[in-house]
C-alpha cells in the first residue's frame, strides 16, 4: 500500500516554528484600526508593509555604501540591484491603496489625527542615505528623542553618492577637495568638474565598466524613488484632491514639488553632454 505519510506532516522538530520565528503574533497583531471603516485595515496594511520594505531598503543601502568605501563595488551593485527589485514592490503598493474611494477614506481620516507618512523616520533615513539632506525635515520630529538621535547621525554621515564620488578620486578623476571633504549635513551642490568625470567614464565604459555601472545602478535607483512619488502623488490625487494633508502638508502641491527634487544631478546632466 502507498505511503499516506505525506498527508500528515511531522511534529515539528526543537527550534523555532514558522509562526515564532516570523514572530507571526506580533505582526499580525499589529493592525490597530481606530474606526469600524472597512477599509481602515487596508490602509494600515499597506503602510506597515512600505515600512517593512522601506527597512530592507536601508540594511541593503547601508551595505553598499560600505561595499564602496572598502572599493568592493561589485558586492555593492549586488545590494543596489536588489533595492531596485524592493522599489517596484513600493511602486505598485500605490496600485492596490488607489482602490480606496475618497467617501472611503473621508470615513477614516478623522480618526488619523496628524499622523502623515511625511513622518516616517525610515523615509527619511532613505532620503539621507541618497544624499537629500534636508536639516529642516527633523522638525516634523520634535519630541522624539529617539528618532532625532538617528536623524542627526545619518545627516552627517556620507551618502552613497558621497562615497561614490570618492571611489571615482581614488581611480584618478579630478574631483574637488570640497566635494569630497564638506558638512555632509548640507545637500549636495552640482559640480562641473564631477559632471565632467562622469562624462569620462560614459565615453569610454570599457576602459571604466565598474564606474559606469555604478553609475547607472544609481541613476536606477533615482528612477524608481521619482517612481514611488510620482505615484504617491497621483493617489494622493485620486482619493482627496488637492485638500492639505493630515500632516499638515500642502499635499498634492506639495507632493509634486518633491518630485522635482534629484539625487544625483551630474548623472542626469551628463546625458545632454554625450
Keep these: 500500500m502507498e505511503s499516506r505519510e505525506a498527508d500528515h506532516p511531522a511534529p515539528p522538530a526543537s ?6 520565528y516570523l514572530r507571526l503574533d506580533r505582526l499580525l497583531t499589529s493592525q490597530e484600526p481606530l474606526s469600524d471603516t472597512h477599509d481602515e485595515l487596508l490602509f494600515i496594511v499597506i503602510h506597515q508593509a512600505s515600512e517593512l520594505w522601506i527597512k530592507l531598503c536601508l540594511h541593503e543601502l547601508e551595505a553598499a555604501r560600505q561595499a564602496l568605501i572598502a572599493d568592493r563595488p561589485g558586492s555593492a551593485f549586488k545590494m543596489m540591484a536588489r533595492v531596485a527589485r524592493v522599489q517596484q514592490q513600493l511602486i505598485q503598493s500605490w496600485e492596490v491603496l488607489a482602490t480606496i474611494t475618497p467617501a472611503d477614506y473621508s470615513a477614516m481620516r478623522g480618526k488619523l489625527g496628524g ?3 511625511f513622518q516616517s523616520v525610515q523615509y527619511r533615513l532613505l532620503e539621507y542615505m541618497l544624499g537629500a539632506k534636508k536639516a529642516g525635515m527633523l522638525a516634523a520630529h520634535d519630541g522624539d528623542v529617539d528618532a532625532q538621535t538617528v536623524l542627526r547621525e545619518a545627516l552627517s ?3 552613497l553618492y558621497d562615497e561614490a564620488l570618492r571611489m571615482l578620486a581614488r581611480r584618478g578623476f579630478a574631483i574637488p577637495a570640497d566635494r569630497l571633504e564638506r558638512d555632509f549635513t548640507q545637500p549636495y551642490v552640482a559640480s562641473p568638474a564631477v559632471e565632467a568625470a562622469w562624462q569620462a567614464v560614459y565615453q569610454d565604459p570599457d576602459r571604466w565598466w565598474d564606474l559606469y555601472e555604478l553609475a547607472e545602478k544609481l541613476v536606477d535607483l533615482e528612477y524608481r524613488v521619482q517612481l ?3 505615484g504617491h502623488l497621483k493617489t494622493i490625487e485620486r482619493i482627496i484632491g488637492f485638500k492639505r494633508g493630515t500632516g ?7 507632493l509634486a514639488k518633491v518630485i522635482d527634487e534629484v539625487f544625483f ?4 546632466a551628463v546625458r545632454v553632454a554625450l
Aim: charged share 10%; net charge positive; no cysteine.
Design 15 to 20: 527550534g523555532p516554528t514558522y509562526g515564532s
Design 115 to 117: 499622523s502623515s507618512g
Design 157 to 159: 554621515r556620507t551618502s
Design 228 to 230: 514611488w512619488r510620482f
Design 248 to 254: 499638515g502638508t500642502a499635499g498634492v502641491p506639495y
Design 265 to 268: 544631478p551630474e548623472l542626469l
